[in-house]
T-cell receptor
């Protein structure tokens, strides 16, 4: 079983929609969770990180962790065409980050 | 701009050949990570160096090797290349030896095509 599993999508939504991106993780000991955004053929960039359970909000983005179900989510409000990218969830291991496979999002104007 | 510099950005080479990818970490970062990203595999961790020493190995093939030099730049050597080695190779850096929280920064990647 992989450390982090993610629905690869792709996901297409109209501009202004609320987007929900989701991952599950296998090890209940994981405490930190990150979301990276990757534009086509570019390096992943850190979008948000959260610790333990609960929500963290940053502008139009909200990261949520549910430790009871080992479920992590990223919500994007008022989605924009510039949000079109691949979103990767990640959690740190002892020496590196374990990544999900990424969900490709397209926001249609 | 993450501050992590990778060269070359693109290269095309033939099967059986050998290439070297270069990475300069962010100023002050001692850890360098190499990741491979192909269409069907996502981001795969290859290897990590910290202050010149190998710290962790992931799914790195025996045909691949890496090193980190005293000036902290790193090179990833890929030899006896096969078509399946075509991928984006990312370097990332962080100040700490562990895959810690929000402190890993990625370069723009080197796009390798093996023909």
């Amino acid at each position: 079983q992989k450390e982090v599993e993610q629905d690869p999508g792709p996901l297409s939504v109209p501009e202004g929609a609320i987007v929900s991106l989701n991952c599950t993780y296998s090890n209940s000991a994981f405490q930190y969770f990150m979301w990276y955004r990757q534009y086509s053929r570019k390096g992943p960039e850190l979008l948000m990180y959260t610790y333990s359970s609960g929500n963290k909000e940053d502008g139009r983005f909200t990261a949520q962790v549910d430790k009871s179900s080992k479920y992590i989510s990223l919500f994007i409000r008022d989605s924009q065409p510039s949000d079109s990218a691949t979103y990767l969830c990640a959690t740190p291991g002892a020496n590196n980050l374990f990544f999900g496979t990424g969900t490709r999002l397209t926001v249609i104007p | 701009d993450s501050g992590v510099t990778q060269t070359p950005k693109h290269l095309i080479t033939a099967t059986g050949q050998r290439v070297t990818l270069r990475c300069s970490p962010r100023s002050g970062d001692l850890s360098v990570y190499w990741y491979q990203q192909s269409l069907d595999q996502g981001l795969q961790f290859l290897i990590q160096y910290y202050n010149g020493e190998e710290r962790a190995k992931g799914n790195i093939l025996e045909r691949f090797s890496a090193q980190q030099f005293p000036d902290l730049h790193s090179e990833l050597n890929l030899s006896s290349l096969e078509l399946g080695d075509s991928a984006l190779y990312f370097c990332a850096s962080s100040p700490s030896p562990t895959g810690d929280r929000n402190t890993i920064y990625f370069g723009e990647g080197s796009w390798l095509t093996v023909v």
